[in-house]
């Protein structure tokens, strides 16, 4: 049997199920007794060990029954992982590895003997087991496995379909424990849990236990009077025209009413439904334009604003680059100024001495005699005065206020002369040995004089006679002198 079963691509629990019977039997035949079950067999791909559905529920205990007891009743069936039992009250629960072991042992064990009692065990109320609604037609086992794995463990998560395998809209999820499942159901109902793009939120309700596999059997029915009154008569078609036929006919109207109006109301709430379809897909399209348009707005926003900050960048970098040439130029300016300035500065140094002593030497030249020439044979002489012969020439003659023959403007009243009718010049620069006075003709003066006579020589100004040598320079215009 087993061997047929692991032909199956998928086989489904009653296929399952009945292999392992069939195994089972075999096993007891042929050994006759106890046998090892193989785990690994029983568990379908994919299929979690240890979960809510592999529990059983055991009534109907004998109230002197110990737990090592309880677990050697289904050590046959693998090793449990959660033994619970109440003595008081006769029932208990244990847990097995997987739904095929956990049906075996229910069809093995129910209805045994045990201390004069027969067992009932059925599988246990799955307590954080939820319902959900509203699913989307796209919504599949594994997306609503996800979608509520966020709450904690999820043992196992069902989309329910019709006959021809289209989703209906409902599922559940199994939780491993109950506090999840409150967590779900309490998150779910305060807010708005989305599975898909589509705005539509699911819908989350207690899952409602139904037992649609064992049902009601006659040896649990409570034998009261009520029962014993409903039971006189069989089963049975009622008559036309008997009271029976009245008011069944009534039964059956009022459930084709109920009917009726369970139709219109699901097609109330299909129209509804398809109406709000219709007005969020419209809805959802507007709200994608004033998305885009949001973008749009926000992308020009971002563009302006970083043309802003170009622009100022550009400024700074104008301004920078205007002040570096400010700075340049104005550094240039100034090192222009400095060099005039010393340029300035150097020919006032060189020229102011030459100036000053001209000058002192012109106004010392303006004090000469009504005469008008400068004669300098007598006064600057080297010989003594007597036998000297004929005098020599004037060395040079000098217009005074255009008494003489220089032309030129007006120097002031004439210089004074002398007793003789020299010209007054102050103390002789020459001693009576015929030395130069240095008190008077200092080599700074000589050097003013110099330049006066280069440049009245060159205008034309004075005349040099003849048997006069032209100095060379001031060292020679000193010693000339």
Known sequence: ???????????????????????????????????????????????????????????????????????????????PSEVFINRDRGFGF??????????????????????????????????AALTIKNLSPVVSNELLEQAFSQFGPVERAVVVVDDRGR??????????????????????????????????????EPMEQFDDEDGLPEKLMQKTQQYHKEREQPPRFAQPGTFEFEYASRWKALDEMEKQQREQVDRNIREAKEKLEAEMEAARHEHQLMLMRQDLMRRQEELRRLEELRNQELQKRKQIQLRHEEEHRRREEEMLRQREQEELRRQQESFKPNFMDAREQEMRMGDMGPRGALNMGDAFSPAPAGNQGPPPPPMMSMNMNNRGTMPGPAMGPGPSLGPEGATNIGTPMMSDNGTVNQNLFSEKSAAAGFGLLETMCNAGEIKIPENVTPCVNQRHFHSYF
């Open 1 to 79: 049997p087993m061997k047929a079963l692991r032909g199956l691509d998928k086989p489904s629990e009653n296929e399952a199920l009945a292999a392992a019977m069939a195994m089972v039997k075999e096993e007891e035949e042929g050994i006759g007794g106890g046998f090892t079950v193989d785990i690994k067999s029983f568990l379908k791909p994919g299929e979690k060990s240890y979960t809510q559905r592999c529990r059983l529920f055991v009534g109907n205990l004998p109230t002197d029954i110990t737990e090592e007891d309880f677990k050697r009743l289904f050590e046959r069936y693998g090793e």
């Open 94 to 127: 244990i847990r097995l590895e997987s739904r095929t072991l956990a049906e075996i042992a229910k069809a093995e064990l129910d209805g045994t003997i045990l201390k004069s009692r027969p067992l009932r065990i059925r599988f246990a109320t799955h307590g």
């Open 167 to 204: 989703a209906t809209g409902k599922g559940f999820v199994e939780f491993a424990a109950k506090p999840p499942a409150r967590k779900a159901l309490e998150r779910c109902g305060d807010g708005a849990l989305l599975l898909t793009t589509t705005p539509r939120p699911v819908l989350v």
